[in-house]
């Protein structure tokens, strides 16, 4: 089983700026793509940005040249760096990441989701 801990949100004025950081632990053989997602109050769960394996990343519309994503694969965790934030970036952010947990021999896939963080941007 492959766990999943949020930390950084909060809250900040818009303008501001925070940082988001997801670790993953258990007994992971590889990590294959590792997300944020989050969900504004009302609606429903949107991907914000993906940062796979090779390192290429993608990012929702609203967020691209605000957000980044980046990925310490020794540490298997993904960080979001977060700027020029905006009331409607405002939701509970969640990680995912999907992979293959075992040993070289005996190997099954997961998908994990962390619990979510808060992050609320004032106006």
């Known amino acids: 089983q492959v766990q999943l801990v949020e930390s950084g949100g909060g809250l900040v004025q818009a303008g501001g700026s925070l940082r988001l950081s997801c670790t993953a632990s258990?007994?992971?053989?590889?990590?294959?793509?590792m997300s944020w997602y989050r969900q504004p109050p009302g609606n429903p769960r949107e991907l914000v940005a993906t940062?796979?394996?090779?390192?290429?990343?993608n990012y929702e519309d609203s967020v691209k040249g605000r957000f980044t994503i980046s990925r310490d694969h020794a540490k298997n965790t993904i960080n979001l760096q977060m700027n020029s934030l905006k009331p409607d970036d405002t939701a509970v952010y969640y990680c995912?990441?999907?992979?293959?947990?075992?040993?070289?021999?005996?190997?099954?896939?997961?998908?994990?989701w962390g619990l979510g963080i808060q992050v609320t941007v004032s106006s």
């Open positions: 258990g007994n992971i053989f590889k990590i294959d793509v």
């Open positions: 995912h990441a999907d992979g293959t947990t075992g040993s070289v021999m005996r190997q099954r896939n997961f998908a994990s």
């Open positions: 940062v796979g394996n090779d390192g290429n990343t």
